[in-house]
């Protein structure tokens, strides 16, 4: 009898890269991949179920699948890419009803894998310069997506306390940079000049996408209970940052650039999501040894994940994007996954 | 029925994922892992701290030490040359002279590094608190000094008065304030490392202050806002300390062989009685070499 896994936001590129890696492995029966929009990623025997963004059907195909693992990648954390209502939507109001369908009466959910971001942590001037998975942040949450993520991990502790039986991993992780993925600190280091905030030069930590996803399947493998720190060894200034990756910096006026850029940013001149601003500040550091305690093995440092992404990105402006553009065509998978016309191989046992 | 049974079980830990999954899932490893490639450019470490910074600011320090507050030691060899041990000093001065003394001091003479730790106003201030932090100063906060102290061998300079000791007026001059809680003494004790207690005389007079204006310090958020003599030099007056002759007496290192390193908690009373008897012991320090000490500026 092999697992039955549920993951929550297949088309992020989270959800997707998560339902690959667990394709590949044949004691996964069935992989079930939820989202609103559809999948960007190739997927051979995943599932997709539609949902709308607050997963009110989730009871049901929990109930309906059978399905003994949720991997919940569906937060968001990057809090220039939606409206602060649909933020919430997913993120709390999302994880309420997947912790909902979860620990309903008969219930075969037996473990949980939820990815947080060291974001509830904040970043503050008061803050150690290595948070704890038991500390608790300093300075309040100010941001929409730092509350948000707050409430969600609240729901989380609720739900870990009372289903004692289900195995509950809640991994933080800090800001990702790697080839594929798009965040706030890649768009930056993209960007011809990378902004700064004059006078400060904090240090950053950093983490590759690739073990952020290792992370993700080391937990639904293993079982990890509790909550860890998922970030690369070791943390560098922001300067040095840019200078792996060959690019000079234009400092921000250290004060009131948050009410410099807010007008901009309502009128979608700039991009730019405050909790980044005390982050260019401040800095942010997040002790990984728990989950190094636990077995789990890093592929690659702070400093070596800024080098893969450089890296990539010089190939990608040399050669261009080598990935074709994903369509997700329902019909033609259906027909390959059920059409007697196919010829199937047996799966391996 | 055994299959059906099964699914109840919870799943127990697999060991068959190192080949399936391609993203190269790690096994769990039981020797040593290889390190990890780490194409660091600069060399300043996660305390912010860098030694090239260190290394020029203790070249351009160098003749202030010597020659401006010619800084002399006694007792230097008590602190040691391996393994944390946490500093503690009596602080002075509007701007305090004795920290850049008591690190440049032990840097130059032990060649290792000192990590300095201080009120968090310090990070929050542009400009000055990189440069701060480059030259070693980090944010006071217990676990910061924990993991300096036991996890990493450091030595760490803490001064427990606080702003409350470089915050105080002339008039007041080598009287210690309250050590705060006592919380040095409970991170010496859950990190095992000595504390070096150092008495420090000189900084007083480098920099007195005559009278504080509070309202400009709550604008500010600065923990005061002196107003001090060297103000009088004119406009740069106010960042140039007076020569006053530099003594530092290094007294003798406090263990707790008693106390067991990493308890989650300590007796308060203990930690308040260690507290006071380390304070009391600078105090008396500092009375002594204020006996002997027959001028302010050749000591």
């Not at chain 1, 009898?1 to 667990?22: D, E, I």
């Not at chain 1, 009466?105 to 949980?112: H, L, N």
């Not at chain 2, 040359?81 to 002279?97: D, F, Q, R, W």
Request: proline fraction near 8%.
């Amino acid at each position: 009898m092999g697992r039955r896994v549920l993951v929550t936001g297949l088309s992020t590129f989270w959800g997707g890269r998560v339902a690959q890696a667990l394709e590949a492995d044949p004691d996964v029966d069935v992989i079930i991949g939820l989202d609103t929009r559809e999948p960007t990623v190739k997927l051979e025997r995943t599932e997709y179920v539609r949902s709308d963004e607050n997963y009110s059907i989730l009871s049901r195909i929990v109930k309906a699948t059978g399905v003994d693992t949720i991997a919940h990648t569906f937060l968001v954390v990057d809090s220039t890419t939606m409206s602060s209502r649909a933020m919430h939507e997913i993120n709390v109001i999302g994880t309420m009803n997947l912790f909902a369908a979860a620990s309903a009466a008969g219930s075969t959910v037996r473990k949980v894998v939820v990815k947080s971001a060291a974001l509830v942590y904040g970043s503050s001037p008061k803050d150690p310069y290595w948070f704890r998975e038991t500390d608790r942040r300093v300075a309040p949450a100010r941001t929409r997506v730092e509350r948000s993520l707050l409430e969600v991990e609240s729901y989380v502790r609720d739900f870990a306390r009372d289903n004692p039986h289900v195995v509950l991993s809640l991994l933080r992780f800090c800001n990702v940079v790697g080839p594929d993925i798009t965040t706030p600190l890649t768009r930056a280091l993209r960007l011809p000049l990378v902004p700064k905030v004059a006078g400060y030069d904090p240090r950053f930590q950093l983490v590759h996408e690739d073990d952020v996803v290792a992370a993700l399947l080391f937990a639904i493998d293993r079982e990890v209970p509790g909550i860890y720190n998922v970030a690369g060894d070791g943390q560098i200034p922001w300067s040095e940052v840019m200078t792996i990756a060959g690019k000079r910096g234009i400092p921000m006026p250290p004060f009131g650039i948050g009410l410099a850029t807010d007008p901009l940013q309502r009128l979608g001149l700039v991009d730019f999501a405050p909790e980044v601003i005390d982050l260019l500040k401040y800095g942010r550091g997040i002790d990984n040894r728990a989950f190094k305690d636990a077995g789990f093995a890093y592929e690659h440092t702070s400093a070596g994940a800024v080098e893969a992404f450089v890296q990539a990105m010089r190939l990608r402006d040399t050669v261009g994007s080598d990935e074709v553009d994903y369509r997700y065509e329902e019909d033609v998978e259906t027909f390959f996954r059920h059409s007697p016309a196919v010829v199937r191989d047996t799966p391996p046992s | 029925m055994a299959d059906e049974d099964a699914t109840d079980e919870p799943q127990g830990p697999r060991t068959t994922t190192a080949e399936i999954v391609p993203l190269r899932l790690p096994p769990v490893a039981d020797e040593e892992p290889e390190p990890l490639e780490d194409p660091r450019t600069g060399d300043v470490d996660e305390w912010g701290r860098s030694e090239r910074v260190r290394a020029l600011v203790r070249k351009a320090y160098d003749p202030m030490y010597r020659n401006w507050f010619r800084a002399e030691w006694d007792g230097l060899d008590k602190i040691p040359t391996e393994g944390g041990a946490l500093l503690v000093a009596n602080h002075a001065g509007a701007i305090p002279s004795d920290a850049p003394t008591i690190m440049h001091g032990v840097e130059t003479e032990l060649e290792r590094p000192v990590y300095g730790l201080a009120d968090h106003f310090f990070k929050s201030a542009p400009v000055v608190g990189t440069l701060w932090s480059r030259t070693g100063g980090v944010v006071a906060h217990p676990d910061n000094a924990y993991r300096l102290l036991h996890d990493q061998n450091q030595l760490v300079l803490v001064f427990p008065e606080g702003s409350k000791g470089p915050g105080k007026t002339y008039n007041e001059r080598y009287r210690l304030r309250r050590f705060g809680r006592g919380g040095f003494v409970e991170i010496a004790m859950r990190a095992g490392v000595p504390i070096i207690p150092i008495a420090v005389v000189g900084a007083e007079e480098s920099m007195p202050i005559l009278f504080k204006v509070p309202s400009v310090a709550r604008a500010l958020g600065a923990p005061y806002f002196p107003v001090t003599a060297n103000m009088a030099l004119g406009p740069l007056g106010a960042l140039i300390h007076f020569p006053a002759k530099f003594k530092l007496r290094v007294l003798d290192p406090v263990t707790f062989p008693d106390v067991e390193p990493d308890q989650p908690r300590y007796s308060r009373s203990r930690i308040m009685d260690e507290s006071e008897a380390i304070r009391q012991q600078i105090q008396e320090a500092l009375f002594d070499m204020l006996r002997q000490r027959r001028s302010v500026w050749f000591g």
